[in-house]
Each structure stands twice: as structure tokens, then as C-alpha cells.
């Protein structure tokens, strides 16, 4: 017993084995994530209980989670909110939530070519990955066909020949899964690949591994950004302040010396960010970090992430006392993607 004890206490101020050192190989870091739920379970210091719900969701989208994310979590505290974002619950596995499917804002519709998205005017997304470093579970691709769908392995020829045949385009989106997923080598490949596309002005990337493994901004990735024809624009996915600490703020300061304009999209999620202290704290936090606060967006009802759902009377509620509380430019704006419409959707 004494021992026990003994060991929990040594636990509670150890460091978790987390902080990798400052040139450690990215792709390493990010095949170190954790995938096993009992040894999520175990570093956090939480319930067994936990467990058995754990491995069965896991088993439909595995877990997956950059260790030093995890350093970011509370131990000891299931109600982490960047715990609830990577936690398989039973949840998941409900079948009774109406609404929810496994596509829910109509991307296969809006495949021009595989990995190819066209929903609204003047900009496109290519799906250039099914990989990311984090597996969120509210992810509204979590059941995306990446396989055929995506111009990872094959593809990316017939794609870009569309995006050059249509001259009303004028931003490209890379988006995956996480395009910084992609080795800086298919990074440079893609940027060659549209080099010529003169009605391209402008490049845009939605990522979330300068947050979750800020390693990923390593000297390749800076050169590459240096080479780029166009101006880049780097939307973070961000939902919570505590997801920023000092590594993710020294990665993006050489971002910010080069001028790539950084935004932030976070997802309104139950038990994650729908207190107003929450949201505060988070534009508050963006703008430390040199990141203007772009799109809250209301849930995608994708199956499996129901209990994340926010009523949108809730939700309008908390941006009139976001509105109260801050200045115009750190309130986001609250949207939803309606699958057919052309922009997203302002509530
Ligand atoms: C969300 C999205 C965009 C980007 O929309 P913005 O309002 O420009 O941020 C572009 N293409 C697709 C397919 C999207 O889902
Ligand atoms: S990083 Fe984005 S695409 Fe990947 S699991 Fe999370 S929400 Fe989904």
C-alpha cells in the first residue's frame, strides 16, 4: 500500500515522457503517438473502467495521439478537453442518432476527380492525405473513402489538370486529413505540380500538426514555404487554449517572419469549448500566438460524434456574450457546412 501511494505521488509531479528534443525527426515523433487506449489510460493516471469502451471505439477509428500533446492533458482528469477530443467513448458506437451519417456535408458529391473538392467559388480542395498525426473523434472524415478519394498515391495529375483548366479558380486548398502529414518531398512535388497554374494567387493549408507535433515545422518545411509562387495561408485547428504551450508558440514564430497569414478553425464541441470562459481564453490565446480566430463551426453530424453536438441556440448565445467580451477580431464566426450550399453557412 505504502509503496503504491509512494509511487502515485512520484507520478503526479514526474514528467510524462513527452517533450522530444527540439531537432528530433518529426515522422519519428509522430509514429511514437500513442495507439493503445491502455496506455492512454495508464500515462493519465485514469480509471480502468474506462477501458473496455475504449478499445471497442478505438476498434472502429483507432486512437491515436502525439505524446506531446498528451503532456498538454491533465493526469487524473477525465474531463480534459483536450483529453474528450482523442478519448474513444462508447458514445460512438450509438446507431440511434438521427441525422448523423457517415457523409455529412456532402463531399462525395462534390468530387470533381478523386481527392478533387469544388464546392464554392474560386477555390478548391484536394484531399492529399488520409494520414494525421491526431485522430480527433468528432473528425467529419472519419469515414472518408480516403483510399480512392484522396491524391496521395495516385491521382494528382488528373487534378491538377482540372485546376488548371478552370481560370475562376483562385485559391487551391491542401487538406486531408493533414497535408503536413506529407513528407516536405510530395510537399515540393505539389508545389512544382501548380507552379505553372498562373490563376492560382494564393495557397492554403488545414493542419493540425503545428499544434499536436510542432516538430513538423523543421527546416525542409520552412524552405519550402520560402519557395512557394504564392502567398501562403495556414488555418490551424485549434479548440482549446490549453492545445497551446511555449513548444507550438517557438514553432510558429519563423511562420510568422515569413508573412504566412495564420487563422484558426475551431469546432464547437460539448465538454471541449462551449463555456464562454473557454472561448475567451482561447482568441485570447491566438493572438498571443499570432493567430486571428477564423470559423467556429458548428458540428458536422458525422455518426459516432452526436454526443459533441451543441443545440445552435446554445451556441448563438455564446457568440452574443463572445461579442460582449471581445474585440470584433478575436470573435470567430459561427458557421455550419450545409452539404449544397455555396459557402458555409452563417447562424
Ligand atoms: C470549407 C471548404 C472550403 C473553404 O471555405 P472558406 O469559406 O473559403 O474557408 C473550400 N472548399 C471546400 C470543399 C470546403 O469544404
Ligand atoms: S486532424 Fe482533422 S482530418 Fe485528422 S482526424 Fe483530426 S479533424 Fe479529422
Not at 478505438?58 to 474528450?84: T, Y
Not at 469515414?143 to 484522396?150: D, E, I, R, T
Not at 494564393?202 to 519550402?224: F, S
Given at each position: ?93 450509438s446507431d440511434a442518432d438521427p441525422g448523423f ?200 453530424r458525422?455518426k459516432g460524434a452526436a454526443?459533441?453536438d ?38
Amino acid at each position: 500500500m505504502i509503496t503504491r501511494t509512494t509511487n502515485a505521488a512520484h507520478a503526479k509531479t514526474a514528467k510524462l515522457p513527452t517533450t522530444s528534443a527540439p531537432n528530433a525527426d518529426w515522422h519519428a515523433i509522430v509514429a511514437a503517438a500513442v495507439r493503445e487506449p491502455r496506455e492512454l489510460l495508464e500515462l493519465l493516471e485514469l480509471p480502468a473502467a474506462l477501458l473496455p469502451a475504449a478499445q471497442r471505439a478505438a476498434s472502429q477509428f483507432p486512437l491515436r495521439v502525439p505524446r506531446g500533446f498528451l503532456a498538454r492533458m491533465r493526469r487524473g482528469d477525465p474531463n480534459d478537453p483536450l483529453l474528450r477530443q482523442v478519448l474513444p467513448l462508447a458514445e460512438e458506437l450509438s446507431d440511434a442518432d438521427p441525422g448523423f451519417n457517415i457523409d455529412p456535408v456532402g463531399d462525395l458529391n462534390a468530387m470533381t476527380t478523386p481527392g478533387l473538392l469544388h464546392k464554392y467559388h474560386g477555390r478548391a480542395l484536394l484531399v492529399t492525405t488520409g494520414a494525421c498525426a491526431v485522430h480527433c473523434r468528432y473528425c467529419f472524415r472519419r469515414h472518408f473513402p480516403y483510399a480512392g478519394a484522396s491524391t496521395h498515391a495516385t491521382n494528382l495529375d488528373k487534378a491538377v489538370a482540372q485546376i488548371a483548366a478552370d481560370d475562376s479558380l483562385s485559391e487551391l486548398i491542401l487538406s486531408g486529413g493533414d497535408p503536413l502529414s506529407l513528407a516536405n518531398s510530395r510537399l515540393a512535388a505539389l508545389a512544382e505540380a501548380i507552379r505553372p497554374i498562373r490563376h492560382l494567387r494564393r495557397l492554403r493549408l488545414h493542419t493540425r500538426l503545428p499544434v499536436v507535433v510542432p516538430e513538423r515545422i523543421d527546416a525542409g518545411l520552412l524552405a519550402w514555404i520560402d519557395s512557394l509562387p504564392v502567398p501562403l495561408i495556414t488555418v490551424l485547428h485549434i479548440n482549446h487554449a490549453q492545445e497551446i504551450d511555449s513548444h507550438v508558440l517557438d514553432a510558429l514564430a519563423p511562420l510568422r517572419q515569413r508573412a504566412v497569414t495564420l487563422l484558426n478553425q475551431a469546432v464547437l464541441l460539448k465538454g471541449v469549448n462551449d463555456r464562454v470562459t473557454d472561448q475567451i481564453a482561447l482568441s485570447e490565446r491566438l493572438f498571443t500566438s499570432g493567430i486571428l480566430p477564423y470559423y467556429l463551426h458548428a458540428l458536422d453530424r458525422v455518426k459516432g460524434a452526436a454526443h459533441f453536438d451543441v443545440a445552435e441556440q446554445t451556441a448563438r448565445v455564446l457568440m452574443q456574450q463572445l461579442r460582449a467580451k471581445l474585440p470584433g477580431y478575436l470573435v470567430p464566426k459561427l458557421v455550419r457546412e450545409i452539404a449544397g450550399a455555396d459557402a458555409k453557412t452563417p447562424l
